[in-house]
């Protein structure tokens, strides 16, 4: 076989189609890589996409003459002749070939290497995604090579490999355009569908079953390749018959097993999680150990019926399914065809929900909820409002789903109320509307949030409010608005609070600082300005200032906490023993308090400004012990008895834990500045409402997790040494030396 290897590599490379494949495919990819990674500064590895399609015509060049070249010059005959079996003869060629294609993938390995010089790379990805192209360009050469053994044309060779890799290649859409809804047809079809099971590989993701599959298509084909030259030696005749049954049999079990394990393979994927590795930075298509262990304590099944057939179904949501199945024995995924069942929807809802939206049922009770396609995939509007096209930047598929399983398990409706009527900075405006980070958060909780004022009110129940939201109010309460909301807190209420010292700057609150007061936070009068370089944006400046979570809710955050225009906070000196106060986020110590920021003349200390360090991110528990006496007095009938008094008196004795979180920034939990730092903001605030809400059934918020791939900063003069370099010098230099060695061997 190693000699069969050795001869096959020497004739490719001496007759130029070897540096011929190599150069045109290198300067195809490279050119991509160019084009996208390098002049958009794109991380995602998208030379690697187009090069499936280019394989589709290059793959064919490459295999045409391997064996039927051998066949049109009858030297296939000294081969079949020689001590060496068919199977290794086609083992050794196959594996020429495959030495040959991974020049031009190693070459794409450098890819990953040459971006990561210019920002953040992930490497896993970008590798899955080269090794997903490998095995599909191994299993076009298996293919090619079979093509090439039952011809002595190469150029039939050549346009029967192209057009049975196109129909590879496009076998999905045909099998849409046969049938939306799958048939038998489609089924057998579909087990030559070469595109499908690397989109795997191109998502991130390592599954059994598309490397079973690539590798059972190779070897099934060099199998058959193998046969094709196995019936060269046999005449027909009454003798020979036998072994040509026997070799159809043997043919049809080998295609047998190749069906069956890919069905094994398929179903194992689908059904154990540990089958499939998940490779994307952000654990795409993988389901959080929250949302596991919710899963495993279900006790009553739910049904997730999709808005779409199952073959047309967007894949990624369907690998997400999958993963909730895997994971529990009560998950049901069921697929409704919309235009089958066009009114299936209205037994669950009004509004006819999008195509591949969801309908979240639990069986037992009949609870449903609807979860949009709209809102699984969370749009870009920054893109839209450049570009005027609305492109997904996060996929919260898990998310949505999680809370989706909750409400249909909870007979409870959790409300939190919004206070207004201060001019709160924020109240419904863009970044806090319906479908901000904020509100998605808490929705996922299945609770509502409800605007009240306290000025129609006389208290707050912790029956009616699971929380308060106060966001940024620029104009004080009055005394009996902060009694209410310190009541309700000493009662056992917890409350989110961001604080605006932006558009009120000088504006006294006397009466809504004494509620922070009352549980250990004391405001600093100014705006936090920032003098370490390390800790401020260099896009707004000192004002906008940074800081790392350090414990509690803000452990664990994937970025820093941003805080714009933030007040200054405090632990009240001397505070009551039963306050446990934790700083989450603080300034660095070059930090300092402005007292009159609308009038600074810089960002340094100037008279009457206050020194840092400040927290600017706080979580505090209270504990309040509360005494009612109740006193029950029974005088006796009996007349002898008629002076004495049997009284029993009891004390009712109640603790409550009062919890705040508070922000010294309001607009640390606008969308703007969440999404800047990857939504570390409002993770501290789903951190405190596991906390904060105490819900009957298990309840899990998972965040979105981001589609954007990273934005890389390339250089004009790095994009043009590595473009020239890569599209150009190694094609050209691999190319010249294949004519210089086909050259040299022309004039022997």
Not at 70 to 97: C, H, N, Y
Not at 181 to 194: E, P, R, V
Not at 288 to 303: G, N, V, W
Not at 557 to 568: H, I, K, Q, T
């Amino acid at each position: 076989m190693l000699a069969i290897y050795r001869r096959e590599l020497k004739s490719y490379f001496t007759s130029v189609i070897a540096c011929l494949f190599i150069a045109v495919t290198t300067l195809i990819a490279g050119i991509f890589f160019v084009y996208y990674n390098l002049s958009y500064g794109v991380s995602e590895m998208y030379s690697v996409y187009q090069c499936l399609l280019i394989l589709v015509f290059t793959v064919p060049i490459l295999t045409m003459k391997v064996i039927a070249d051998e066949r049109r010059q009858k030297t296939d005959q000294l081969i079949l002749t020689a001590p060496v079996s068919v199977g290794k003869i086609v083992v050794g060629k196959f594996f020429a070939l495959e030495t040959i294609y991974a020049v031009p993938v190693f070459v794409m390995c450098l890819y990953p290497l040459i971006l990561s010089s210019f920002g953040t790379v992930s490497f896993k990805t970008s590798y899955t995604n080269i090794v997903g192209l490998f095995l599909y360009g191994t299993a076009f050469i298996a293919i090619g090579i079979f093509i090439s053994s039952i011809t002595e044309s190469q150029v039939i060779s050549a346009i029967l490999s192209i057009v049975v890799l196109l129909m590879g290649y496009m076998m999905q859409s045909l099998e849409n355009m046969i049938s939306s809804n799958g048939n038998i047809l489609t089924k057998i079809l579909g087990c030559f569908d070469l595109y499908t099971p690397v989109q795997d590989f191109l998502n991130g993701v390592i599954s059994l079953s598309a490397v079973v599959y690539y590798i059972s298509i190779t070897v099934l084909f060099l199998f058959l390749t193998c046969q094709s030259i196995q019936k060269r030696r046999w005449n027909v005749s009454k003798k020979t018959i036998g072994t040509g049954v026997f070799s159809m049999g043997f043919i049809a079990i080998v295609v047998a097993v190749t069906v069956f394990a890919n069905m094994i393979a398929t179903t194992v994927t689908s059904k154990v999680s540990s089958a499939t590795i998940d490779m994307t930075s952000t654990a795409l298509f993988s389901i959080s150990s929250d949302t596991k262990k919710m899963l495993k304590k279900l006790d009553s099944d739910i049904t997730i019926y999709v808005m779409a057939p199952k073959t047309s179904a967007d894949s990624t949501i369907k690998k997400t399914l999958e993963r909730y199945q895997s994971t529990s024995k009560h998950i049901k995924v069921e697929y409704k065809d919309t235009t089958l069942y066009p009114n299936f929807y209205q037994k669950y809802t009004d509004v006819a929900p999008t195509s591949n939206s969801l309908i979240v049922v639990n069986e037992k009770t009949s609870k449903s909820k609807v979860v949009d396609y709209n809102d699984i995939y969370v749009s870009d509007s920054y893109s839209y409002y450049t570009s005027g096209s609305s492109n997904a930047s996060s996929y919260d598929c898990e998310g949505q789903l999680d809370s989706a399983i909750s409400y249909v398990r909870s007979n409870t409706t959790y409300k939190i109320y919004q206070i207004e009527g201060h001019d709160e900075a924020v109240t419904d405006t863009t970044n806090f509307g319906s479908d901000s980070n904020l509100k998605d958060i808490v929705s996922k909780y299945n609770a509502e949030i409800e605007s009240i004022k306290l000025v129609n009110r006389t208290e707050i129940t912790t029956d009616e409010c699971a929380a308060l939201l106060i966001l940024g109010p620029e104009k004080d309460y009055t005394e009996d608005e902060a009694k209410i909301v310190i009541n309700y807190l000493n009662n056992g209420g917890k409350a989110i609070i961001g604080l605006e010292n932006l558009t009120s700057q000088g504006v006294d609150k006397p009466n809504f600082n004494s509620i922070l007061k009352e549980f250990g936070i004391n405001v600093q009068s100014g705006v936090v300005a920032e003098n370490n370089t390390s800790y401020y944006s260099t896009q707004y400046g000192p004002w906008f200032a940074f800081a790392d979570g350090i414990t509690g809710y803000a452990s664990g955050l994937s970025s820093y906490v941003f805080a714009p225009y933030a007040s200054g906070l405090k632990q009240v000196k001397d505070s009551d023993d039963s306050i446990t106060y934790t700083a989450l986020a603080s300034t660095s110590s070059d930090s300092v308090l402005k007292t009159n920021a609308s009038k600074a003349t810089t960002y340094k200390k100037e008279s009457g400004d206050v020194d840092g360090p400040f927290d600017i991110v706080v979580s505090v528990e209270k504990t309040v012990t509360t005494t009612k006496s109740n006193d029950d007095s029974n005088k006796s009938s009996d007349t002898s008895n008629s002076s004495e008094e049997n009284s029993d008196s009891t004390d009712e004795t109640t603790t409550n834990t009062a919890s705040l979180l508070v922000f010294g920034s309001v607009y640390s939990l606008s969308d703007t500045m969440d999404n800047s730092v990857s939504q570390s903001n409002t993770q501290i605030v789903n951190n405190a409402l596991k906390d904060y809400i105490d819900t009957e059934v298990e309840t899990v918020s998972v965040p979105a997790k981001s589609l954007s791939s990273e934005q890389l900063t390339v250089t004009e003069s790095g994009s043009r040494l590595f473009g020239i370099l890569i599209s150009v010098v190694v094609p050209v230099i691999i190319l010249l030396a294949g004519i210089v060695v086909w050259v040299r061997r022309r004039k022997r």
